[in-house]
């Protein structure tokens, strides 16, 4: 269909589609970075308390992030 589109058509969509691409990605990083900072707190929160399960629950939820931040990437590298 691309073929039939006059030239500055697809422009104009090339340009929104990378405007939401760039958006959803900053979406993105900032709920990671919201989730490590929860997850450093709760980690902080279960030396100072003894609690063993809320440090444990603070590493999980770092570890989760990082996986959950290679995968965006990963996606973002492949163009998904």
Known sequence: DYL???WHII???TKLLNKYHQE???KNN???NFQKGKGNL???AGG???NPTTG???AKE???DNVQAKIGHLKKVLGK
């Open 42 to 44: 709760k980690e902080i």
């Open 4 to 6: 039939k589109m006059p």
């Open 11 to 13: 422009i104009k969509r």
């Open 24 to 26: 959803q990605n900053k």
């Open 62 to 64: 770092k570890i989760a």
């Open 48 to 50: 100072l308390s003894d």
């Open 30 to 32: 900032q709920s990671n």
């Open 56 to 58: 444990t629950d603070g």
